[in-house]
């Protein structure tokens, strides 16, 4: 399997709304992106969103915006700061990459294709010399610990790696931190809430 991973074009619009319904079964109608959303992202912002493709079958995708937000008063919700996941947010002067959207189609998982998209985005924040990236991570697994986990209980296990959550673990392993507990991110199982995760840049200069 070679898959090559490129920047966001219009080539590929069809496609992308397409894998959104396969990447995120579980997620309100809602807030599937489609075709006006990525034709956006591509006027706004495009080198912050890739596509990954097997030969010309697009197969998985990751995007975002640079922003600012003070982490030490972080709230806030996805789709007010993605502009209603247009991305009209995006500030080119901002001090982070914030890492909406990714999804790699589920047979083409576990390939390493989800960790490129993340060097792919380190490599842009140390080519703009932003401080870090930044996101709200919405953890997979909780269903099944939500009548005995809260969701700051559930984090703190996933952290200390008593818990394995398919999402959450993986952007842990590709070195994110948790700095807290988003309440009423976005609607979803995880009681609308989302952990904060940041990488912080270790090439970043002053
Ligand atoms: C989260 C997601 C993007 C990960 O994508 P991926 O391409 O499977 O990611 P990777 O292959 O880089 O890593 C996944 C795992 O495969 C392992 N892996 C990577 N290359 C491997 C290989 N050649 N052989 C075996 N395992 C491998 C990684 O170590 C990692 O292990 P872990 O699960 O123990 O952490 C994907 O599962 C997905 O689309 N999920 C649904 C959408 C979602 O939750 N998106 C994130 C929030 S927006």
Not at 46 to 61: H, K, T, Y
Not at 112 to 141: C, D, M, T, W
Request: contains cysteine; charged residues 20%; proline residues 5%.
């Amino acid at each position: 399997m070679a898959i090559k991973i490129t920047q966001i074009k219009p080539d590929f619009f069809d496609a992308l709304a397409a894998l959104q319904y396969d990447c995120f079964p579980h997620i309100p109608a809602s807030e599937y992106f489609d075709q006006r959303h990525f034709e956006s992202h591509f006027k706004l912002f495009p080198e912050g969103s890739f596509v990954a493709l097997d030969d010309n079958q697009v197969v998985g995708f990751a995007s975002g915006l640079f922003c600012d937000l003070d982490l030490n008063h972080p709230g806030h919700k996805l789709m007010e700061s993605t502009g209603q996941g247009f991305y009209t947010t995006h500030n080119p002067d901002g001090k982070f990459y914030y890492a909406v959207d990714l999804g790699v189609h589920p047979q083409y998982r576990k390939s390493g294709i989800g960790s490129q998209f993340y060097n792919l985005r380190k490599a842009l924040v140390e080519k703009y010399n932003k401080q870090g990236i930044v996101a709200g991570a919405v953890p997979v697994g909780y269903s099944k610990f939500q009548k005995v986990l809260s969701p700051g209980e559930y984090l703190k296990k996933v952290a200390s790696h008593e818990i394995y959550d398919a999402t959450l673990s993986f952007q842990l392993k590709n070195g994110f931190k948790i700095l807290s507990l988003l309440s009423n991110y976005v609607e979803n199982e995880f009681n609308n809430s989302a952990a904060l995760i940041y990488w912080a840049n270790p090439k970043f200069t002053v």
